[in-house]
């Protein structure tokens, strides 16, 4: 059932025009922040690191969030549309392997785009910044981290798509959690706010590693924002009817 479904849901990829996005948004994250570091160089002194933080602190703020609000609100357009959520409480398969295939979508489209981000930021260090090595080892971790920590935010945006019928709304709500992940985490609550974890997976406004010694309840932290996610999702899906 869920293999199914997961192919349904990439059916909907093909020529989507939120591709645009995947690219433009991406790129002008890297041009804002390699911009920001080579105007800054007499305070970034940190070469590879400072370049990251220049790269990473909107997108993960700001571009993130609302990229993914935006693969989740597209992915749920069509069963928001006349009366497909019928066939959807009428189908041979249980509701929430619809929303665990496209949460699983989002993660690949998520991937995705992390791996695009640090492309750029390689590139741009080594074009633009004038590195001539390459960067450490721990940022494409930090990336990585990202992803681990983009999934809660992933969750959360299917949920509020799921619920909202607006395309727009739930990109709007995702750029005010991103904000206030930023304002959260800067005041040491990071753990208790899903957008957070991406901000701090990623270590975007710090050069060192904001997660040194406190991986496990960053982890823990993600499978539980997670696991209340999709509780909530099964849920309100076993209880939603058939709409006349």
Known sequence: MLKRCIIAENRKLHASPIWVMFFVLPLISAAYGTFNYLQNLEILTERWYSLWTQHTLFYSMLFFPAMVSAYAAYLWRLE??????????????????????????????????????????????????GFDDWPPISTFFFMLRGIVGGMAVAAAQLLLAMVIRSFAVPIFLGLVGGILGMLLGSKGYALLWPYCLMQQGMNSNRSNDMLAGNMLPFLLACAVWLGAVFVIAGVMLNKRDVKA
Do not use: D, S
Not at 82 to 102: D, E, Q, S, T
């Open 80 to 129: 928001h549309m006349g009366h497909n959520w019928n066939l959807i409480m009428a189908a041979p398969v249980r509701p929430f392997m619809l929303f665990l295939a496209k949460f699983l979508i989002v993660v690949k489209l998520m991937c995705f785009t992390q791996l695009f981000v640090y492309l750029l930021y390689v590139i741009c260090g080594r074009v633009f910044a």
